[in-house]
């Protein structure tokens, strides 16, 4: 057994099924050892959607999910996907080729300190220097990636590493994962006074607040103190306590749910990061409490600074506040939550009654949510859908709707789609982005067709980068820089094997998206769509957010 062959072997007892990668010469050691594996290699077209494959697998599972590059651009071509995971909490492996120890301070084809590089995108970067370190740089990237706030970590393997012999090593129990405990039984009495002295307290669940390892704890704790809660873009949703719901929170402070933070007199932050919704839009210049439950310390904020930090596994410290009293909330207050979610459904609803071509996005959305169950996954891209989209999508469990509200990068919703269809084949997958962000990824359509991977995918086009745009209108008055032009999206998926629409009229979506669904090819489904009202979803916003 060479080095690459037990990284292989090893990724194989840790549980990992699928790889995704672009070969090349120095990591040509790992693709040849995945011949002799149960790992299903899902051969890319560009590293980037590798990585952005390796992290849909690592948010869906809450175990790693693995990519492979090459040296020099391989590898920089990771970067992207990798910031991403780390900045949203997803559990990804990356191990990038690298020249043979000999040329490493060479000036030779594709030497690279891809170490350095790789640090502030990832939780642990470092190379395997000896195939006797191959082991513990391999394990301690695994648990690095999968341990507290999960993120990315990158292995670096040199030629030479990986085709050395290692032949004394056992595969098993290296990234090993372990588990935190509660907070300290004082600290979690301290935590439930503070919230049972509230009166108006509210709860804002955050992306790891969403992991499917805590969905009972959650609903259990939430239910149980009768606390109105609101969502992150990236966070549960209305399936942890329906009645309790009020909506989702970030970006701009202009939400239905917003007006119920505004009236708070204490927030319990469940799994939150400050980078889903900044704490100086929302928590300047206010006294009220806060509490955080999450895996790790927050960083120090003036806007965000927790009185009581309840640190450790956050399903056991929610059983544990759920054994503690709970407040005595303000009845007015838990109706204006009521009302909070009234005020989003009622948004929606006008969607049935919006005829035309271009379509307006809230008739998008009462089509969706026609063909949407709860075993279908939502993959969102970046731009004005994404406010859309994570303002009145619905969720039915832990992790249904993916969205990069973190890097908020371009391009994820092709690639995640992709994944999610690999790991559940039988189950329905939407992926949704605009015009421009669809370009960004679009040649893995010949990987999706090639491995067999089935979904829709909605392209809201109006031949612009249009969350720029309106942004830009706002703020200077004029815009620059976000006209696009024009593609034949339906010639586009012919183009691959795919099956390709255009919609012709409102009337018409909700046939079209049936007929989709039904398709053994993925599809794509071109909406001309109407962002006049968008400067609506910049409405009341605070002026020193704009200026």
């Known amino acids: 057994m060479n080095g690459a062959a037990f990284l292989i072997k090893t990724l194989e007892e840790h549980g990992v099924t699928h790889v995704f990668g672009v070969p090349g010469a120095k990591i040509d050691s790992v693709f040849n050892a995945l011949l002799d594996s149960t790992i299903q290699l899902v051969l890319c077209r560009h590293e980037q959607?590798?990585?952005?494959?390796?992290?849909?697998?690592?948010?869906?599972?809450?175990?790693?999910?693995?990519?492979?590059?090459?040296?020099?651009?391989?590898?920089?071509?990771?970067?992207?996907?990798?910031?991403?995971?780390?900045?949203?909490?997803?559990?990804?492996?990356?191990?990038g080729g690298e020249v043979p120890l000999d040329d490493r301070f060479k000036q030779t084809h594709q030497s690279l300190d891809a170490v350095s590089l790789m640090g502030p995108a990832t939780k642990f970067s470092q190379s395997a220097l000896t195939v006797h370190d191959l082991p513990e740089v391999l394990g301690n990237a695994i648990r690095a990636a999968e341990s507290g706030r999960p993120g990315a970590s990158f292995l670096g393997l040199p030629k030479d590493i990986g085709l050395a012999d290692l032949t004394d090593t056992s595969t098993k129990g290296w990234g090993q994962s372990y588990s935190l405990g509660p907070s300290q039984s004082f600290v979690l009495d301290q935590a439930a006074q503070k919230i049972q002295a509230m009166r108006k307290?509210?709860?804002?669940?955050?992306?790891?607040?969403?992991?499917?390892?805590?969905?009972?704890?959650?609903?259990?704790?939430?239910?149980?103190?009768?606390?109105?809660?609101?969502?992150?873009?990236?966070?549960?949703?209305?399936?942890?306590?329906?009645?309790?719901?009020?909506?989702?929170?970030?970006?701009?402070?202009?939400?239905?749910?917003?007006?119920?933070?505004?009236?708070?007199?204490?927030?319990?932050?469940?799994?939150?990061?400050p980078v889903e919704y900044d704490p100086s839009i929302w928590n300047t210049g206010n006294p009220r409490s806060i509490v955080?439950?999450?895996?790790?310390?927050?960083?120090?904020?003036?806007?965000?600074?927790?009185?009581?930090?309840?640190?450790?596994?956050?399903?056991?410290?929610?059983?544990?506040?759920?054994?503690?009293?709970?407040?005595?909330?303000?009845?007015?207050?838990?109706?204006?939550?009521?009302?909070?979610?009234?005020?989003?459904?009622?948004?929606?609803?006008?969607?049935?009654?919006?005829?035309?071509?271009?379509?307006?996005?809230?008739?998008?959305?009462?089509e969706l949510k026609q063909v949407v169950t709860p075993e279908t996954t939502l993959c969102l891209d970046v731009g004005s859908h994404y406010i859309w989209m994570n303002r009145y999508a619905a969720a039915d469990h832990a992790r249904q709707v993916l969205v990069s509200n973190g890097q908020q990068t371009l391009g994820v919703a092709l690639p995640w789609a992709i994944a999610s269809s690999l790991l559940n084949p039988?189950?329905?997958?939407?992926?949704?982005?605009?015009?421009?962000?669809?370009?960004?990824?679009?040649?893995?359509?010949?990987?999706?067709v090639r491995m067999g991977s089935r979904f829709v995918h909605l392209i809201w086009n109006?031949?612009?980068?249009?969350?720029?745009?309106?942004?830009?209108?706002?703020?200077?008055?004029r815009v620059s820089g976000i006209e696009l032009g024009h593609y034949d999206v339906v010639k586009f998926a012919e183009a691959f094997g795919c099956r390709g629409y255009d919609?012709?009229?409102?009337?018409?979506?909700?046939?079209?998206?049936?007929?989709s669904l039904e398709q053994t090819v993925p599809v794509l489904i071109n909406i001309p769509i109407d962002y006049t009202e968008n400067i609506k979803l910049m409405k009341d916003i605070p002026q020193e957010f704009i200026h």
Request: proline residues 6%; glycine residues 10%.
């Open 49 to 95: 959607n590798a990585a952005f494959m390796a992290q849909a697998v690592g948010r869906l599972t809450g175990r790693i999910g693995v990519c492979v590059a090459t040296s020099g651009p391989g590898v920089t071509n990771l970067v992207t996907g990798l910031a991403t995971a780390t900045t949203e909490g997803d559990p990804v492996l990356a191990i």
């Open 201 to 273: 307290p509210f709860m804002l669940l955050g992306m790891q607040a969403s992991s499917k390892l805590y969905s009972e704890d959650l609903i259990t704790y939430v239910r149980h103190s009768g606390i109105p809660y609101a969502s992150t873009f990236q966070g549960p949703g209305s399936w942890v306590a329906p009645e309790l719901y009020a909506g989702r929170l970030g970006l701009f402070r202009n939400q239905p749910a917003d007006s119920l933070l505004n009236q708070a007199d204490g927030v319990i932050c469940v799994g939150f990061d």
């Open 292 to 366: 955080s439950v999450d895996v790790k310390p927050t960083d120090q904020d003036r806007a965000f600074l927790p009185e009581i930090e309840l640190i450790g596994d956050i399903g056991q410290n929610l059983q544990a506040l759920s054994k503690r009293p709970v407040p005595s909330v303000d009845v007015v207050y838990k109706e204006l939550a009521a009302d909070r979610k009234a005020e989003l459904q009622a948004t929606l609803d006008e969607g049935s009654t919006m005829k035309g071509s271009p379509i307006h996005p809230l008739r998008v959305l009462h």
């Open 426 to 448: 039988q189950k329905p997958v939407i992926s949704v982005s605009g015009d421009g962000g669809f370009l960004f990824t679009a040649t893995e359509l010949e990987t999706a």
């Open 462 to 477: 109006s031949h612009s980068y249009n969350m720029v745009e309106f942004q830009e209108q706002a703020h200077y008055g």
């Open 503 to 515: 919609v012709k009229s409102a009337d018409s979506l909700g046939d079209i998206l049936r007929e």
